[in-house]
């Protein structure tokens, strides 16, 4: 968890500014990524280049790293005890694939009031805390803003699971072969 948690931090690096220039992009803030970036890193904000890039930085690793903390030992978990109902060492890679489908589904399920919180964070045409953004949320849509999007997220971070995790083990599998 600690090892994955690490990893987390340093993907955010990179990942961050590409979903703040993303989201920029989809909202309809800006018509085309490279005029959201070029927004950014001529600092037209007045935030500064590093934090309008990097806006939602906290909150990222904030879900990123519950989300991998849930997602990685339940996968191994569910795993571990389907090779033992099967009575065997290890599944096969279809069966992992459904345990890391499984797994990416409940962690993105539970994960989605922080990804909400996230993606506001990121959207909103100020830097605001964490803490104001939910207090504003709860005030105008109720706590039931928080679960926004839990069923695409689900779907979609579920079939990622299932491939990423998948292929995973079935590149695993071939290693041990060799």
């Known amino acids: 968890m600690i090892a994955s948690s690490m990893g987390e931090v340093?993907?955010?690096?990179?990942?961050?500014?590409?979903?703040?220039?993303?989201?920029?992009?989809?909202?309809?803030?800006?018509t085309s990524s490279w005029e959201s970036f070029k927004y950014l890193i001529t600092n037209k904000s007045g935030e500064g280049v590093a934090k309008g890039l990097y806006r939602g930085y906290g909150t990222t690793i904030m879900r990123e790293i519950p989300f991998t903390v849930i997602q990685f030992p339940l996968y191994e978990s569910l795993k571990l005890h389907w090779a033992e109902h099967d009575n065997v060492d290890r599944v096969s890679p279809g069966k992992g694939a459904i345990c890391g489908s499984i797994a990416g589904g409940v962690a993105a399920a539970l994960t989605t009031p922080l990804d909400v919180l996230k993606t506001r964070l990121m959207l909103h045409t100020e830097r605001v805390s964490a803490v104001h953004m939910v207090k504003q949320m709860i005030?105008?849509?109720?706590?039931?803003?928080?679960?926004?999007?839990?069923?695409?997220?689900?779907?979609?971070?579920?079939?990622?699971?299932?491939?990423?995790?998948?292929?995973?083990?079935?590149v695993s599998e071939e290693m041990l072969r060799c």
Not at 17 to 29: A, F, G, L, W, Y
Not at 140 to 167: C, D, N
């Open 139 to 170: 005030e105008k849509e109720g706590y039931k803003v928080f679960l926004s999007g839990i069923g695409p997220r689900t779907m979609w971070i579920s079939a990622g699971g299932a491939i990423f995790l998948g292929v995973y083990e079935l």
């Open 10 to 30: 340093a993907a955010c690096t990179v990942r961050v500014p590409v979903e703040v220039i993303k989201q920029r992009t989809q909202s309809m803030q800006f």
